[in-house]
C-alpha cells in the first residue's frame, strides 16, 4: 500500500470533500487505473503531521 501511494500523481487525484466527522478537515480521493498493475480508488487526510489513509480498494 505505501508503494502504491508514493506512485500516485498528479492526473490520479479524483476530489476533495469535507469530512463528515473531523470539522475543517478535507479528505483527497484518488483514482489510479494504472499503479503497479491494479486499479485502485483511496482516499486519505492529513492530520497532525500523519497520513491517514481511511480507504484503499481496487476497483
Same mark, same amino acid.
Given at each position: !500500500?505505501?508503494?502504491?501511494?508514493? #506512485?500516485?500523481?498528479?492526473?490520479?487525484? &479524483? #476530489?476533495? +470533500?469535507?469530512?463528515? !466527522?473531523?470539522?475543517?478537515? !478535507?479528505?483527497?480521493?484518488?483514482?489510479?487505473?494504472?499503479?503497479?498493475? +491494479?486499479?485502485?480508488?483511496?482516499? &486519505?487526510?492529513?492530520?497532525?503531521?500523519?497520513?491517514?489513509?481511511?480507504? &484503499?480498494?481496487?476497483?
Amino acid at each position: !500500500m505505501v508503494a502504491a501511494i508514493q #506512485k500516485l500523481k498528479p492526473s490520479h487525484f &479524483f #476530489k476533495s +470533500e469535507p469530512s463528515r !466527522m473531523i470539522k475543517n478537515l !478535507m479528505i483527497d480521493s484518488y483514482r489510479a487505473r494504472d499503479l503497479n498493475n +491494479e486499479s485502485v480508488y483511496l482516499h &486519505f487526510y492529513i492530520l497532525k503531521g500523519r497520513l491517514i489513509v481511511n480507504s &484503499f480498494k481496487k476497483l
